[in-house]
């Protein structure tokens, strides 16, 4: 059977029986989700969003950049503290 293209506005097609035994549906499109943020604030949702995840990318790098100084020598994650951390922010900013 060929797919029903059909607009948004149209939401079910359904085949009423002459003898009352039912219907068939023949077409039924899928429900809109409703929006849970007022328009004004999407804006501000979308930037807070791209903010966490540059905070959670930059966080990341940060930790992983300490696992690999702390492996490396003895005390390297002190030693490599500011690299680490310079390293990280760039990452973040990039993601921002």
């Not at 930059?58 to 500011?82: C, E, F, I, P, V």
Request: cysteine-free; glycine content about 10%.
């Amino acid at each position: 059977m060929a797919t029903i293209r059909l607009g948004r506005a149209i939401k079910k097609i359904s085949i009423i029986k002459a003898d009352g035994g039912g219907t068939l549906t023949l077409y039924k499109g899928k429900k809109s989700k409703k929006k849970k943020t007022n328009k004004e604030l999407r804006p501000l949702e979308r930037a807070i969003r791209h903010f966490n995840d540059a905070n959670l990318a930059s966080a990341k790098s940060l930790s992983a950049g300490h696992r690999k100084s702390s492996r490396k020598r003895k005390n390297g994650w002190l030693r490599d503290m500011g690299k680490n951390f310079f390293k990280a922010q760039r990452k973040g900013f990039k993601k921002l």
